[in-house]
């Protein structure tokens, strides 16, 4: 009898599954480690995502992530899952739990990256993302795991998929905790006003004890339970002596709840209501804070979302040429497997209406699909039998098959999920120097609140009572996190933002170096232009008036072999049908064209300069032209003069005037002739051009700019342009070849419009601004707030909502960034 395991979904027999009883039922599992997986999700309350999984069936766990030995994540499928290799290194990201303040990042950071085997550590506040470089021959991943937890924290592997149920759990802690804390305070109140009244009208020690009484009981779960989050990171601080604002916010709740058993004896006035309600309104402006970060992320997680879980693969024999020709065969044996598990070269068969989950070639059939998730484009594009075919593109009509070409991790849609996740990894110079301010401010602040107690008990000479309660406010008013957000929330948004207007920053700090960007260098053809020529007019230099079928099967080999898009527009012109000769040799020529040699023929296609260069024969007059010109000659004389012209991007000349408006320098560099470079420069508004450029002289005339103090942004195609872009300050790679252009650039427009790089610009800017805003919003709270709580206008109640709506201030105000465009 058969029975499908309740975790992977896998079909077994009966006999070989492990019976275990959960709750009231009876569970069926393959091995241990999915028996495992399975209680730890049913655990944390993560069972949600069985629902979410669907039909789709996952790979047997072999590793247990919690709650078993921690040799489990030692094991090869939890390696080939989650670890990257980077020559000799490895890479993994885990998610930290406990995480909520910019010291808990700091100190992981710090026992981490002092940790023997490990290179370097990346650890993002706002989505709790430690990114660890380690040597696998100095140290495993289960001893990272067990250093983490020995200072008090936790981590399990990052899966994109699992995220969203891991986030909805710690919102769902919060929230209890906070409802328990709200509770308390809400009949607390009503104490309070009690004793408030029989201070004014009388009230006996009899009735003044029970009430002390009510108030410490009210007060004792919130301190020790709802705070419990607070008192860990307190902890973690004192064992490190790293000073946080765990530390603040339980050092003045702590004096200010033994303080009240003390008065609650002698007499003397308590602060039972104070300590929940410093402790309830920070836990309400963490929480509400929680929920801002994770609205912040929940576009970068639409992503992850749109990929499945698992694939139909055709059962048989793989990688056979007549797989690549044959007609698709619905009736065919499809097996559905994890996505992780497809190879290079297995057949997949994909539904109207799915999501392609991995990068292949289309067989035999035409297809329609959807590749607005990576380009913008919002028309369909027809696929035929040979085309690409990309991962987080949909099916739109009938069912057809593809041959995998590259595995789940190396697959497009992935680099782009891969370059999200990791854009924050890389911080802003101005998000270093807050970090570093937000070190030792708890440090600073402790100070200056025992400082104050001193001066108010022995230079005021003020009651005891008195003197701690303005300590305590000054403890509890000052707040290290709406400092230590004001960088990261916005460049989470800015990305988010980014990624809705189809541009992706691979890394955050990108955004602060575009935002002072002064200069844009670009590439005409694929830039400013469509990079689609078409051949105008066609001009021949013999009596024939044509090529004959040897010069142009010549030219026809020369064309097939070349990709700049002059040959291709060529090569369509003279038509598929020529034959094809053998070359002899060939060498191709940047800015110049291409040499080829047959038998005792010397052969040329380019542009005049590789004529001259070759004391090709040049008829007078040439055609004088503002187009593209490709010529062809044999040996000393010209056969054939095609004259070519591209097409501007819609949205060219007006992105220019938009950039200019702004104060950004626009150059033209391009290895076209100067009638072509003029042409186009006086269209769209360019000034300052420069034809006939070399990939050399490009780079060469960005150095010259960076002499003249100019931060350079240059935006080109990704092929030519790859020496200048590495030498810009920001690289910005137009989305017609993807793969290229995310792997020589720094941005990248999937939509490769030209509103593209003015909204690049236009986000980077306003990032920064509100990077700017968050840090004067902090900076100003503190210097106003501080003051006002040492000289004793400010008590601990209101210094407690005061802190929580610092960082309020700072979240609210980034969210801002998704306003319309500025």
Same mark, same amino acid.
């Given at each position: 009898?058969?029975?499908?395991?309740?975790?992977?979904?896998?079909e077994?027999?009966?006999?070989?599954?492990?019976k275990?009883?959960?709750?009231?039922?009876?569970?069926?599992?393959?091995?241990?480690?999915?028996?495992?997986?399975?209680?730890?999700? +049913?655990? #944390?309350?993560?069972?949600?995502?069985?629902?979410?999984?669907?039909?789709?069936?996952?790979?047997?766990?072999?590793?247990?992530?919690?709650?078993?030995?921690?040799?489990?994540?030692?094991?090869?499928?939890?390696?080939?899952?989650?670890?990257?290799?980077?020559?000799?290194?490895?890479?993994i990201?885990?998610i930290?739990?406990?995480?909520h303040?910019?010291?808990?990042?700091?100190?992981?950071?710090?026992?981490?990256?002092?940790?023997?085997?490990?290179?370097?550590?990346n650890l993002?506040?706002?989505?709790n993302?430690?990114?660890?470089l380690?040597?696998?021959?100095?140290?495993?991943?289960?001893?990272?795991?067990?250093?983490i937890?020995?200072?008090?924290?936790?981590?399990?592997?990052?899966?994109?998929?699992?995220?969203?149920?891991?986030?909805?759990? #710690?919102?769902?802690?919060?929230?209890?905790?906070?409802?328990?804390?709200?509770?308390?305070v809400?009949?607390?109140?009503?104490?309070?006003?009690?004793?408030?009244?029989?201070?004014?009208?009388?009230?006996?020690?009899?009735?003044?004890?029970?009430?002390?009484?009510?108030?410490?009981?009210?007060?004792?779960?919130?301190?020790?339970?709802?705070?419990?989050?607070?008192?860990?990171?307190?902890?973690?601080?004192?064992?490190?002596?790293?000073?946080?604002?765990?530390?603040?916010?339980?050092?003045?709740?702590s004096?200010?709840?033994?303080?009240?058993?003390?008065?609650?004896?002698?007499?003397?006035?308590?602060?039972?209501?104070?300590?929940?309600m410093?402790?309830?309104?920070?836990?309400?402006?963490k929480?509400?804070?929680?929920?801002?970060?994770?609205?912040?992320?929940?576009?970068?997680?639409?992503?992850?979302?749109?990929?499945?879980?698992?694939v139909?693969? @055709?059962?048989?024999?793989? +990688?056979? #040429?007549?797989?690549?020709?044959r007609?698709?065969?619905?009736t065919?044996?499809?097996?559905?497997?994890?996505?992780?598990s497809?190879?290079?070269?297995?057949?997949?068969?994909?539904?109207?209406?799915?999501?392609?989950?991995?990068?292949?070639? &289309?067989?035999?059939?035409?297809?329609?699909?959807?590749?607005?998730?990576?380009?913008g484009?919002?028309?369909?594009?027809?696929?035929?039998?040979?085309?690409?075919?990309?991962?987080?593109?949909?099916? @739109?009509?009938?069912?057809?098959?593809?041959?995998?070409?590259?595995? $789940?991790?190396?697959? &497009?849609?992935?680099?782009?999920?891969?370059?999200?996740?990791?854009?924050?990894?890389?911080r802003?110079?101005?998000?270093?120097?807050?970090?570093?301010?937000?070190?030792?401010?708890?440090?600073?602040?402790?100070?200056?609140?025992?400082?104050?107690?001193?001066?108010?008990?022995?230079?005021?000479?003020?009651?005891f009572?008195?003197?701690?309660?303005?300590?305590?406010?000054?403890?509890?008013?000052?707040?290290?996190?709406?400092?230590?957000?004001?960088?990261?929330?916005?460049?989470?948004?800015?990305?988010?933002?980014?990624?809705?207007?189809?541009?992706?920053?691979?890394?955050?700090r990108?955004?602060?170096?575009?935002?002072?960007?002064?200069?844009?260098?670009?590439?005409?053809?694929?830039?400013?232009?469509?990079?689609?020529?078409?051949?105008?007019n066609?001009r021949?230099?013999?009596?024939? +008036?044509?090529?004959?079928?040897?010069?142009?099967?010549?030219?026809?080999?020369?064309?097939?072999?070349?990709?700049?898009?002059?040959?291709?527009?060529?090569l369509? $012109?003279?038509?598929?049908?020529?034959?094809?000769?053998?070359?002899?040799?060939m060498?191709?020529?940047?800015?110049?064209?291409i040499?080829?040699?047959?038998?005792?023929?010397?052969?040329?296609?380019?542009?005049?300069?590789?004529?001259?260069?070759h004391?090709?024969?040049?008829p007078?007059?040439?055609?004088?032209?503002?187009?593209?010109?490709?010529?062809?000659?044999?040996?000393?004389?010209?056969?054939?003069?095609?004259?070519?012209?591209?097409?501007?991007?819609?949205?060219?000349?007006?992105?220019?005037?938009?950039?200019?408006?702004?104060?950004?320098?626009?150059i033209?560099?391009?290895?076209?002739n100067?009638?072509?470079?003029?042409?186009?420069?006086?269209?769209?508004?360019?000034?300052?051009?420069?034809?006939?450029?070399?990939p050399?002289?490009?780079?060469?005339?960005?150095?010259?700019?960076?002499?003249q103090?100019?931060?350079?942004?240059?935006?080109g195609?990704?092929?030519?342009?790859?020496?200048?872009?590495?030498?810009?300050?920001?690289?910005?790679a137009?989305?017609?070849?993807?793969?290229?252009?995310?792997?020589?650039s720094?941005?990248?427009?999937?939509?490769?419009?030209?509103?593209?790089?003015?909204?690049?610009?236009?986000?980077?800017?306003?990032?920064y601004?509100?990077?700017?805003?968050?840090?004067?919003?902090?900076?100003?709270?503190?210097?106003l707030?501080?003051?006002?709580?040492?000289?004793?206008f400010?008590?601990p109640?209101?210094?407690?909502?005061?802190?929580?709506?610092?960082?309020?201030?700072?979240?609210?105000n980034?969210?801002?960034?998704?306003?319309s465009r500025?």
């Open positions: 009898m058969k029975h499908l395991c309740d975790h992977c979904h896998l077994f027999d009966e006999k070989v599954l492990l275990t009883k959960i709750g009231k039922e009876e569970k069926y599992f393959c091995c241990k480690g999915c028996e495992g997986v399975y209680k730890l999700l +049913n655990s #944390e309350g993560l069972e949600d995502f069985y629902s979410k999984l669907g039909n789709n069936t996952l790979e047997p766990a072999t590793q247990i992530l919690e709650n078993e030995s921690l040799d489990s994540f030692d094991s090869a499928p939890f390696f080939e899952r989650y670890v990257s290799v980077k020559e000799n290194l490895c890479e990201s885990l930290l739990e406990k995480i303040c910019i010291a808990c990042v700091w100190l992981n950071e710090k026992i981490l990256a002092k940790t023997n085997g490990i290179i370097k550590v993002n506040y706002t989505n993302k430690a990114t660890i380690y040597n696998p021959k100095a140290i495993k991943i289960s001893q990272i795991i067990q250093t937890r020995q200072i008090g924290y936790d981590a399990h592997a990052y899966d994109p998929r699992l995220q969203e149920a891991y986030a909805n759990k #710690e919102k769902r802690d919060y929230y209890i905790k906070m409802v328990v804390g709200i509770f308390c809400m009949n607390i109140m009503w104490i309070a006003v009690a004793q408030y009244a029989g201070y004014f009208s009388g009230i006996s020690n009899e009735m003044r004890n029970i009430l002390n009484f009510a108030g410490f009981a009210l007060s004792t779960p919130v301190l020790f339970f709802s705070g419990i989050i607070f008192w860990r990171g307190a902890w973690a601080a004192l064992k490190f002596r790293t000073p946080n604002m765990d530390l603040l916010v339980i050092s003045g709740a004096l200010a709840y033994l303080y009240s058993i003390y008065a609650s004896f002698k007499g003397g006035e308590t602060y039972f209501e104070s300590v929940a410093i402790i309830t309104f920070v836990l309400i402006g929480f509400l804070e929680v929920r801002g970060k994770k609205s912040a992320v929940d576009n970068l997680d639409k992503l992850n979302a749109q990929m499945p879980l698992s139909r693969v @055709l059962q048989t024999p793989q +990688n056979s #040429e007549s797989q690549i020709t007609d698709s065969n619905p065919q044996d499809f097996q559905e497997i994890a996505i992780e497809v190879r290079v070269g297995d057949i997949v068969q994909v539904r109207p209406g799915e999501r392609i989950a991995l990068d292949g070639v &289309l067989l035999s059939q035409e297809a329609l699909c959807d590749e607005s998730a990576m380009s484009e919002s028309l369909p594009r027809i696929k035929n039998a040979g085309d690409s075919i990309y991962s987080g593109s949909l099916a @739109l009509n009938c069912p057809f098959e593809y041959q995998v070409c590259k595995v $789940f991790k190396d697959s &497009l849609m992935m680099k782009i999920v891969g370059l999200v996740e990791n854009s924050l990894n890389a802003p110079k101005i998000q270093e120097a807050a970090d570093y301010i937000s070190h030792y401010f708890s440090l600073v602040i402790l100070s200056l609140a025992f400082g104050t107690l001193l001066v108010w008990e022995y230079m005021l000479n003020a009651p009572e008195r003197s701690l309660m303005v300590m305590i406010s000054v403890i509890i008013i000052a707040c290290p996190c709406a400092l230590a957000l004001a960088t990261p929330i916005a460049s989470l948004i800015g990305l988010s933002e980014s990624l809705k207007h189809k541009i992706l920053f691979k890394e955050a990108f955004l602060e170096t575009i935002a002072k960007a002064d200069t844009l260098v670009l590439d005409k053809t694929g830039t400013l232009t469509e990079g689609k020529l078409k051949v105008l066609v021949y230099f013999n009596a024939q +008036n044509a090529l004959d079928s040897k010069d142009c099967g010549i030219l026809y080999s020369m064309l097939t072999q070349n990709a700049h898009p002059i040959s291709k527009a060529v369509e $012109f003279i038509g598929q049908k020529n034959e094809v000769i053998s070359l002899d040799s060498i191709q020529i940047n800015a110049r064209g040499v080829a040699k047959v038998q005792d023929n010397t052969y040329l296609g380019g542009n005049l300069m590789l004529l001259q260069e004391n090709v024969e040049i007078t007059p040439l055609q004088d032209t503002q187009a593209s010109v490709f010529y062809f000659a044999k040996d000393s004389k010209i056969l054939v003069e095609f004259t070519l012209q591209d097409t501007l991007k819609k949205d060219a000349k007006e992105t220019i005037a938009a950039l200019q408006q702004k104060g950004i320098a626009c033209l560099l391009s290895g076209d100067a009638g072509a470079c003029q042409s186009v420069a006086q269209v769209v508004g360019i000034t300052e051009y420069y034809a006939a450029q070399s050399l002289d490009k780079a060469n005339f960005i150095d010259k700019l960076h002499k103090s100019k931060v350079v942004v240059m935006a195609d990704g092929i030519n342009d790859s020496i200048a872009l590495g030498k810009s300050d920001i690289a910005i137009m989305g017609g070849g993807i793969d290229l252009a995310i792997s020589v720094d941005v990248v427009v999937l939509d490769d419009s030209m509103q593209g790089v003015l909204d690049s610009f236009r986000l980077g800017q306003r990032t601004r509100f990077i700017l805003q968050n840090l004067g919003i902090s900076l100003v709270y503190n210097a707030t501080i003051p006002l709580a040492m000289a004793g400010v008590i109640l209101i210094a407690a909502l005061s802190m929580s709506l610092s960082s309020l201030l700072v979240v609210g980034s969210l801002r960034i998704r306003d500025s």
